[in-house]
């Protein structure tokens, strides 16, 4: 693979005070200045990473005094996403999101729905 000519990026804090202007960019000799080098162009893969993970992501999980237990999953789907939740690992029903952003609040006022029934969350 024939990699094409790019310019160097580098962040970069002051040697020693973090108040002072850090001045660690590259000069035209390909040179660094003072400096601590804290990232670089080279550590970043060319192939972009996902936003969106691939496996649902578990919101909550909540305990009822009667043993029950029930938790709510969110489902990624490029830009949308799809709430999923749980009685006792059984599901009980989804709701379709347009965004992420809808899908986090309608979870949140869920868990507070059930936080106001009795449930509790649960650490497993």
């Known amino acids: 693979m024939v990699q ?12 020693r005070d973090l108040r002072g202007p850090a001045s660690c ?6 040179e660094l200045g003072t400096g601590i080098t804290i990232a670089s162009w080279r550590g970043v ?7 969106v993970p691939e496996d649902p992501i578990v ?3 909540m305990r009822r005094a009667d043993g029950l237990l029930a938790h709510a999953v ?3 789907r490029s830009d ?21 952003t809808s899908a986090l609040r309608w979870s949140d006022q869920m ?14």
Do not use: H
Not at 4 to 15: E, F, N, Q
Not at 25 to 30: F, R, Y
């Open 74 to 76: 969110i489902g990624p």
């Open 25 to 30: 960019g590259s000069s035209e000799k390909g």
């Open 4 to 15: 094409s000519p790019a310019k160097t990026a580098v962040l970069c804090l002051p040697a």
């Open 111 to 124: 868990q507070a729905q059930n936080w106001a029934a009795g449930w509790r969350l649960d650490s497993e």
């Open 45 to 51: 893969p060319e192939t972009p990473m996902r936003l």
């Open 80 to 100: 949308r996403a799809v709430v999923v939740w749980f009685i006792n690992g059984r599901p009980l029903g989804y709701r379709d999101f347009g965004d992420w």
């Open 59 to 61: 919101m909550w999980r």
